[in-house]
């Protein structure tokens, strides 16, 4: 109702900063997948709890256990983007927003495949980690870089999974 633009200046970025649920500030394209909507109920239905509840407390450490582990995630595939040598465009390359496409149809199955694989045969996903559509589309971007399989290869290596099936999420070894 009001004109001024500036009005409700730090209500917006508190709403936003809550809606940055992966790696742009301020971006609400960002609560469009799958994975973000559960983590933007999470923030809805904590926000509705009285803060001094045992409820809010253990939402309030879901929520931040579950953007740690993104981070995480994000940092790994970051480190291998940089150590191919994409160090300018490892931040472009990660982002994916409801505006992101998929550059060709057909790189789909091998995108699933090779992510299938990430999951399978590396931990740079922690195990309690569901697939996420948004590497789906990282990974169609490296198909079209022709850099998927050394991805694949270097996660491989720097994120190794442990002898008898268990995985390392800690990191590299």
Request: aromatic share 8%; proline share 3%; net charge negative.
């Amino acid at each position: 109702s009001n004109n001024n633009p500036y009005t409700s200046f730090g209500a917006t970025l508190a709403r936003d900063e809550e809606q940055n649920l992966w790696s742009t500030p301020h971006d609400v394209t960002h609560t469009e997948a799958d994975d973000d909507r559960v983590l933007y109920n999470m923030i809805v239905v904590r926000n509705q709890l009285d803060k001094d509840s045992e409820e809010w407390q253990k939402l309030n450490y879901d929520i931040y256990t579950l953007r740690q582990t993104r981070k995480e995630v994000r940092s790994r595939w970051k480190h291998i983007l940089e150590d191919l040598g994409f160090q300018k465009e490892a931040d472009s390359l990660l982002s994916v927003t409801k505006l992101s496409i998929i550059s060709d149809s057909q790189n789909m199955s091998k995108a699933r495949d090779i992510l299938l694989k990430l999951l399978e045969e590396t931990t740079i996903f922690p195990t309690s980690w569901e697939l996420s559509e948004r590497y789906l589309f990282v990974v169609d971007r490296l198909i079209a870089l022709d850099a998927a399989d050394e991805f694949l290869k270097m996660a491989s290596a720097v994120y190794p999974k442990r002898p008898g099936g268990d995985r390392a999420d800690e990191g590299p070894r």
